[in-house]
């Protein structure tokens, strides 16, 4: 199975600050075929189900606000949040597409001061 | 607008079975994979199986293997989760959620539904 290691695990940051998370796999997500990287980036707020925000590394799903910007390649991926509002409030996961099983990271929670 | 709708969790005694349904508006649900995630309380996700659009594959994970069969009715528009010798450890939320052709990530998500095994 492709192993998801994300972190930090939980953060806090006050509004306007820029956030990074990190997301690395136990092998490659990059496909020679085509070129691209089968990882996608979610979003959970409390008591909700998750959103994709971002898929094949660093396109946004439609709707999703250019402050959400995903980078990375090969094994090491970051999700970046710009200019971090208190609606970013939510737990994060990142998640490979690569090969079955699916997998996604444990998780980084953001709070906001 | 893009629904799915879960519905058939509870409460199951361990050993028993389930199963759920997850009813699928606002798109056109016999070109899509669909695909089971769950999350235990207080958990991460974890992908439980993808039918593929026609029906003619399906995957599962290991854990679920024998155990789960996932399968779907596109005249109803509609995917199935049948869960038997449910576990303590199957207990979590359940998410129906639509797979892109060709790149399976999960790009549209249900309420989830609660399924509870304990006895």
């Known amino acids: 199975d492709i192993v998801m290691t994300q972190s930090p695990s939980s953060l806090a940051v006050s509004a306007g600050e820029t956030v990074t998370i990190n997301c690395k796999s136990s092998q490659s997500l990059l496909y020679s075929g085509n070129q691209k990287n089968y990882l996608a980036w979610y979003q959970q707020k409390p008591g909700q189900s998750p959103k994709l925000l971002i898929y094949?590394?660093?396109t946004r799903q439609s709707g999703v606000p250019d402050r959400f910007i995903g980078s990375g390649s090969g094994t090491d991926f970051t999700l970046t949040i710009s200019s971090v509002q208190a609606e970013d409030l939510a737990i994060y996961y990142c998640q490979q597409y690569y090969d079955t099983p699916f997998t996604f990271g444990s998780g980084t929670k953001l709070e906001i001061k | 607008e893009v629904q799915l709708v879960e519905s058939g969790g509870g409460l199951v005694q361990p050993g028993r079975s389930l199963k759920l349904s997850c009813a699928a508006s606002g798109f056109t649900f016999s070109d899509y994979n669909m695909a089971w995630v769950r999350q235990a309380p207080k958990k991460g996700l974890e992908w439980v199986a993808t039918i593929i659009y026609d029906g003619s594959r399906t995957y599962y994970r290991d854990s679920v293997k024998g155990r789960f069969t996932i399968s779907r009715d596109n005249a109803k528009s509609t995917l199935y989760l049948q869960m038997d010798s449910l576990r303590s450890e199957d207990t979590a939320t359940y998410y129906c959620?639509?797979?892109?052709?060709?790149?399976?990530?999960?790009?549209?998500w249900g309420q989830g539904v609660m399924v509870t095994v304990s006895s």
């Open positions: 959620a639509t797979q892109g052709l060709g790149a399976f990530y999960f790009d549209y």
């Open positions: 094949w590394a660093s």
